[in-house]
């Protein structure tokens, strides 16, 4: 048996205050005013035969099988292009309709292969359901004449497997034209069309390319709509139909796209977008819909492992003999150099259960604050700066304001790579009329792409971001901008002064920043008088922001600019951190950094302190713990000798690779809890396998602040899911946890933080998600923040003083070396350089402007040395338009790569947020790998030999 | 028209400006594809994502609509492109015939172009000639009452004047 599908509605919901009351069959039924017949039809439960609709696209009167009666008029309409219209009585079952719609069904079946049975669609296939519905019994035109399939020879030659996720069947393909209108509308990259016409009709990737040489970006938006097998997972053809379905939640980047697994046994056999997720509505990126296939590499380790030292080889061992040498070597540490020797770090690739306990284990267990989370090298800066200004450490909109915007500044952030669902939902708005303005140093896709157009790019120089931001509000301050009602009634007046007086100084001006940004001071006052004046605008940021020697204060420049222009607590405006990975706000809200307790409250807080001391029979310690480059500091001092790393690896995505491997050197006991052997691993003594988001149960909380469900779709392939996992360490170092199940911790969770009172898995279930706050007072949570009043009461105003990095070009160290990530492969890569999202990109490469490359002789292809002040790496260049003369940019989702190995020790002055936007380097031609390079292949050579041989031979 | 010839960075330029004049018209698109194949003969494939970048279209969508469209062509044709009326006037006084006739008698059939590179052969659906067809467009001429014999004077001329 295959699956229930979803109720299709044929055509998109309307939103409108006027309602229209018709008549479908004898049926009153009553809908908003622009609502198709076709959909009012589906609400009351009559379904209309349809081919060419569904109701994620809008509507496109192709396939004439949806053709109703109605009363009073002519001929008969197409129900999905028909709008309600009060007192209309409609029928939509007549002996003529059926007469009708056998002879459509007819025609179409007269152009199609009827391999039914073997066919890979077979069971969820619309045509074949709306083949049985009209009660087609004949076909009088006979299968022969030009079709789409009888020339199959040649058809079966034209069928295209370039992608590696899905196949393109031409000879079943009944041109309804979904597919193209999924590629424009639900993903806006327009890079499908209906080459020919008539029987030489075919979808046509790019100028009738193959999908992979098109610009298709393989969303699966074209799969889903389609109705046949012509676009079909190679998962279902492998597979067939699944038997189940389980809805979670991706884990890849802060978006949280909501999917359902479609489970057959153990085997997931494909991942489709779920239609009600709050965050995705139905779409999906390469990465959450095709890449799952690491769960099942053969690179997973699922036996737990130790060793003494790191030469030696790894021992598979028993879980508990795994744990008790942790817990022993963690007890020895500490007897030996103190209870601050040791402490945890967590990740936003947990779960905040997960999160919630690693926290928990060091503050009760290890008895110290020693815990910090990656999203000290990410949005640290966001939490401290937004909590600062207005009140509460996260984004204020939900994903869905943004199609109220009316301006929409993208400020270091490439949604259409990093966060790709919401960068199409942006996209989409865009294509509606909303205006743009793009401040960053490269050409992203938004700045120009097809049907999208920047009104402003502010190509600044990497670092400059203060100097900018405040440049703006200068703009805004001195030619009378400001929302001054909005000012006076929601923040406070003296510091709104304060600042005022700041910004309009001269020396804040565009004209004299230009020279600091480089960019025009026209185009400066242009943009900020469209963000000013533009109706509803929005601010979305991303990590261009906040990795930088000032990145907190240019998320504070942010938060200013959007108080000062009335641009918070309503839809379609608001301050929007796009938050880089799946769980980053989570992460952040359980307390996993070392100064803030779960619900972001300050471990010097006494009555925070004694409410947890008296849910965990443990008083959390005063002070804060180290953060995570303190920790380094502390190993190379000899004072931090232990490291509980779960779901992280700091050596390849934390900076200045080579002072982190030389602190992990110096510790007695590092401890991974990973899938794989990640670069932190080979530095490890004790290997605990961890379970990927497929194999357990939990919550991860997106950008927006929508806590969603995981849900177990596969048991465990190391027989624990990793929550299980931290209770036996913390039960073996003597501090008792005892969870039945995910859902207890987050009841705790729950009881012990504010904004997370109203929160269960119950109510999760019950709701789907839940946006947080979600307490007494927003039982069903909190879309939109500080509607009335900001969470700290009045919107605090901070001065946003420019001072230029340290990191500076000179004659050495010319160009600046500026990261970012790209569609394909997500972060360290762990998860994407395992399945075929690599046949996008194998590697990581230098991109250089043409005049820079020119000067070095360096041409596209050739391997190019990076050296900073940091180190030195190795790869191969890419000349591109996109840069600006003087600034370069890499990847660094490949460890060979060793982006990391340049960047420096940098960081934010609030926060310790890495300064990876902006390195000095060099770049030259060379002819073979860096030094570092040399000895990390023979490192990683050496570590993968000390694996058991039966693992060896495996990977 | 690829840059590393010189005659062809000259047929670059040449798109370029024909691209340019047409890039701000409303429903820009036709006039310019049109504009282009006036120009060249043909649209080119190399035309393709000049015309998208220029008027922010996806390559897809320029070349759903030239694939669409039997008039755009894009190879070059023959020297002369002869149309036979194929509407029902003509049909009515022998196009029929006369549109058998001539794929016969060229050896090629619609959208085709004869191997001495002298015809291409199109239909059209008419030329507002319906008092005496059938009718023939040849390049930019209107000729009525074609008989087969008169196609066959007609062709004889066009290779005549290019043999010449």
Redesign the interface.
Known sequence: MSLPRNTDYGTPARASEKEVTLSIDGIEVTVPAGTSVMRAAQECDTSIPKLCATDSLEPFGSCRLCLVEIEGRRGYPASCTTLVEPGMQVRTQTPKLADIRRGVMELYISDHPLDCLTCSANGNCELQDMTGVVGLREVRYGMKGKNHFDLLSALTKEKDESNPYFSYDPSKCIVCNRCVRACEETQG?????????GFDSRV?????QLFME??CVSCGACVQACPTATLMEKGVIEHGQAEKKVTTTCAYCGVGCSFDAEVKGTTVVRMVPSKDGGANHGHSCVKGRFAFGYATHPDRITTPMIRKSIEDAWQPVSWDEAINYAASEFKRIQAKHGRDSIGGITSSRCTNEETYLVQKLVRAAFGNNNVDTCARVCHSPTGYGLKQTLGESAGTQTFDSVMKADVIMVMGANPTDGHPVFGSQMKRRLREGARLIVVDPRAIDLV??????ATHHLKLKPGSNVAMITSLAHVIVTEGLVQEDFVRERCEWASFEQWRDFVAKPENSPEAMEIHTGVPAAEVRAAARLFATGGNAAIYYGLGVTEHSQGSTTVIGIANLAMATGNIGREGVGVNPLRGQNNVQGSCDMGSFPHELPGYRHVSDAATRALFKDAWGVEPQPEPGLRIPNMFEAAMDGTFLGLYCEGEDIVQSDPNTQHVEAALRAMECVVVQDLFLNETAKFAHVFLPGSSFLEKDGTFTNAERRISRVRKAMPPLAGKADWEVTCMLSNALGYPMDYKDPSDIMDEIARLTPTFHGVSYERLDELGSIQWPCNEDAPEGTPIMHIEQFVRGKGRFMLTEYIPTDERTSSRFPLILTTGRILSQYNVGAQTRRTPNSMWHDEDRLEIHPADAESRGINDGDWVGITSRAGETVLRAVVSERMQPGVVYTTFHFPESGANVITTDNSDWATNCPEYKVTAVQVTRVTQPSEWQQRYRDFSRQQLDLLPKTRREKV | MSSHHPASAADGLRLQSVVDAHASLPGALLPMLHAIQDEFGHVPDQAVPVIARSLNLSRAEVHGVITFYHHFRSHAPGRHVVQVCRAEACQAVGAVALEAHAKKCLGIDFHETTADGAVTLEAVYCLGNCAVGPSLRIDDDIVGRVTPARFDEIIAELRAEVTA
Do not use: C, M, V, W
């Open positions: 990259t327009f890079a499908l069309t209906i080459s020919g016409r046509s990737p790019g100028e009738s098109s610009e120009r792409s097809p049907h999208i157009q």
